[in-house]
Nanobody, 118 residues
């Protein structure tokens, strides 16, 4: 069974930076390489939304609200995906979740809290 473990969340002042990491285990390296990996977030009272995604071919997609500030990357040798978050804003405050998608399967991590103070 695939397990995703996020790390790197915390409290940061507006304008600061954080780097989130997600470590995937339980599947073969070839499945990870072919998977689309994504970061999603959910603020209190809001629906979960896609923040950034990266395909197996390393094509990326970003929510308009984070373009130019966030960068998603993956390391297929380590089965990890990261999200570099710069110029953070209070509205970026949310629980951030890692997601792995392969064919018709999807797996989620448990989430990591990011809080940006003004």
């Amino acid at each position: 069974q695939v397990q995703l473990v996020e790390s790197g969340g915390g409290l940061v002042q507006a304008g600061g930076s954080l780097r989130l990491s997600c470590a995937a285990s339980g599947s073969s390296g070839s499945i990870f390489r072919l998977s689309t990996m994504g970061w999603y977030r959910q603020a209190p009272g809001s629906q979960r939304e896609m923040v950034a995604a990266i395909t197996g071919g390393s094509s990326t997609n970003y929510a308009d609200s984070v373009k130019g500030r966030f960068t998603i990357s993956r390391d297929n040798a380590k089965n990890t995906v990261s999200l570099q978050m710069n110029s953070l804003k209070p509205e970026d405050t949310a629980v951030y979740y890692c997601k792995q998608e392969f064919l018709r399967n999807a797996w989620w991590g448990q989430g990591t809290q990011v809080t940006v103070s003004s």
